[in-house]
């Protein structure tokens, strides 16, 4: 077992969850530590986390007040050695203020897990107050985000484009229905390394069936080269739609991909 390599599943996942969740911090010298302080309920995850790792490290529980509870217990786990740090480090890992600059690792790395352990620390996996399935995830991360949304694609089928909250600069992406049930099918497997909770969650998005009566989201339509010469050459959303017969709200986001370079321009018809 080699410490933190990325395509093993489990520090695959931990990788991602320690992204999302764990805070890489330097001291005098070469002192420093990483440190992630999570819910009490899910001590079991940083047990998991002390097993998978070779080096001396501590689990320690506190109880304090929050904005949320007067009196919330959280488990901490802290590892020091300077090898490991390096290690993550080199993997991906930035000291300090992190939220906006993780990324992706770019070594090979087995996705579904990678990808489980970002949603299990900085996701939701479960039913709206209507009681449609859902996973979603809110970060501050483009690389992220952008990476979620390619991969879920391959999974669902369904296109995400995302766009930051103008409130707070966060990234929330949402699939919902079939698309949560197949995504939360596909990333918590039998047998994984996850939150417990969470994979109780993702286990009942299966139950849910759509009721007689409720239409289902229409098959995407693909542009066609021909297509998209029209668009440019009316270069109108109103008038595409009715030329192509399609939504003016579609013409209007293929067009604004189309001149912002999200989507390669038309060849010459030859």
């Not at 802290?78 to 390096?86: D, G, K, M, P």
């Not at 070594?107 to 620390?121: E, Q, T």
């Not at 992220?144 to 296109?159: P, Q, S």
Request: proline share 5%.
């Amino acid at each position: 077992m080699t410490f933190m390599d990325l395509e093993d599943p489990r520090y695959a996942y931990m990788f991602g969850f320690l992204q999302a969740d764990g805070h890489l911090t330097r001291g005098p010298g070469n002192k420093g530590r990483l440190t992630v302080e999570i819910s009490h309920r899910d001590l079991g995850i940083l047990e998991e986390f002390q097993q998978l790792t070779p080096y001396n490290s501590t689990i320690t529980a506190r109880t304090r007040a929050t904005n949320f509870s007067a009196c919330h217990r959280s488990v901490t786990w802290t590892l020091c050695s300077l090898e490991a740090r390096t290690t993550l480090a080199e993997a991906g890992l930035p000291y300090g203020r992190k939220s906006n600059r993780v990324r992706p690792p770019r070594a090979a790395f087995s996705r579904p897990d990678y990808l489980r352990g970002i949603i299990d620390a900085d996701g939701s996996v479960g039913f709206t107050g209507q009681g449609f399935p859902f996973v979603s995830l809110t970060t501050a991360s483009t690389a992220i985000g952008a990476y979620l949304c390619h991969y879920a694609k391959k999974v669902t089928g369904n296109e995400r484009l995302i766009a930051r909250n103008a409130r707070d600069g966060i990234y929330n992406i949402l699939y919902a229905k079939e698309a949560a049930q197949a995504l939360g099918a596909h990333l918590y497997y039998p047998g994984c390394l996850s939150l417990q909770r969470k994979r109780a969650a993702a286990a009942s998005l299966g139950e849910w069936v759509r009721p007689p009566g409720m239409r289902a989201a229409s098959t995407q339509r693909r542009w066609k080269e021909w297509e998209d010469r029209k668009l440019l050459e009316l270069d109108d959303s109103t008038a595409a739609a009715r030329e192509l017969g399609r939504t003016q709200k579609s013409c209007h986001l293929r067009l604004w991909r189309l001149r912002t370079g999200r989507v390669p321009l038309p060849k010459a018809p030859g």
